[in-house]
């Protein structure tokens, strides 16, 4: 079920701080009537100068880059999020990306070690315990020199961290100075 209202104000709060982008989950095992909702979201939020972007995560109904570009596919206004942890947790590689992608409109970067474990780990480390960029084993340059120029984010959850004492803003000082040293070593600016 989609509440178009409550959508609207979710719209008109993005363009009202000039928010060009919104992250959108598919949990519609209807991939007709996602593709529906998607399209009539994307055309509600051009009114805002808003773009919705799809994020592929492997427990949603869209699990890979491969099924989330299905749901976009001839969406005008409608996006790809890449998030370097799905993209690797999905099984999927940088070398699936087209060089300057026109259907990508930014990253998240983070980063993860270790081989693809069961659902259930997967969703505990996409909540609650990613590596800063640089820190593990996706290939962070790979990703980022396929799609050079995109906006990127950062969603690095790591409770291991707080858990341990490391205060909010001394948690994201560490995320962004990573970033940024990734950032330097594919020769982009942050």
């Known amino acids: 079920q989609m509440d178009?209202?409550?959508l609207e104000c979710v719209l008109e709060f993005a363009a009202r701080f000039s928010a060009s982008r919104v992250l959108v989950a598919d949990n519609d095992p209807d991939s007709?009537?996602?593709?529906?909702?998607?399209?009539?979201?994307?055309l509600r939020a051009a009114r805002y100068g808003v773009t919705p972007h799809l994020e592929f995560m492997p427990w949603t109904?869209?699990?890979?880059?491969?099924a989330a570009r299905q749901r976009i596919a001839g969406i005008a206004n409608c996006r790809l999020l890449i998030d370097a942890f799905h993209l690797a947790r999905s099984g999927g590689s940088p070398g699936e990306l087209t060089p300057g992608d026109p259907d990508i409109g930014y990253?998240?970067?983070?980063?993860?070690?270790?081989?693809?474990?069961?659902?259930?780990?997967?969703l505990r480390e996409a909540r609650s315990d990613r590596l800063f960029p640089g820190e593990g084993e996706i290939d962070l340059a790979g990703l980022l020199s396929h799609l050079p120029g995109l906006p990127?984010?950062?969603?690095v959850p790591a409770d291991r961290l707080r858990d341990s004492g490391v205060d909010a803003a001394s948690r994201a000082g560490m995320a962004i100075n990573a970033a940024l040293a990734v950032l330097a070593r594919t020769g982009q600016d942050g």
């Open 107 to 122: 990253l998240q970067l983070c980063d993860i070690a270790g081989p693809i474990p069961a659902m259930d780990e997967i």
């Open 32 to 42: 007709s009537r996602s593709r529906a909702s998607l399209a009539e979201l994307a």
């Open 61 to 66: 109904c869209a699990p890979n880059l491969a």
């Open 152 to 155: 990127v984010s950062l969603e």
């Open 4 to 6: 178009w209202p409550e």
